[in-house]
């Protein structure tokens, strides 16, 4: 499976944070969250981030437009269906995420792997959540994520080796 696009629930530090660096490794994302503020904070935080590096000339303006422009944001979870890989970054509230991994399952592909960025939850039970035990997994990225090049992969009872060696090449 090609993963070109990617959806990140959740626009705050950890979720744009996410979207930024899968923009800027050249995938499609879609960002999204509960209201259109947290959306347009989080694409703000990306363009911050992006004048940072423009500023010490690690990128040009031209890069920086590019990366912003593959970024969508949206309050619509619905547009998740378009996506080849998902990475939840809510609020870590269990029975929120359960909603969301719940709601996922529905809404993408069935070939999609839904991953977490979870610190403290169990895969297994986020995992239980979905009619697709096998594709999740837990992607814990280290904050900051545009400067920590580290992602932690936590595998749930269920999740399968091919699930696992897709994830881990992704990061």
Known sequence: MEIKSIGVVGAGQMGSGIAQVASQSGFQVIMSDIADSFVQKGLSNISKNLDRLVEKGKIS????GEIMGRI?????????????????AATEN??????????????CRK???????TSSIS?????????????????????????MQLVEIIRGLQTSPETFHIVKSLA
């Open 72 to 88: 969508k944001g949206t309050i619509q979870t619905k547009e998740m269906a378009e996506v080849d890989f998902v990475i939840e």
């Open 61 to 64: 303006s031209e890069k920086k």
């Open 94 to 107: 269990e029975p929120l995420k359960l909603n969301i991994f719940k709601e996922l399952d529905q809404i």
């Open 123 to 147: 895969i297994t039970k986020i995992a239980s959540a979905t009619g697709r035990p096998s594709q999740v997994i837990g992607m814990h990225f280290m904050n900051p994520v545009p400067v």
């Open 111 to 117: 070939e999609v792997i839904l991953s977490s960025n």
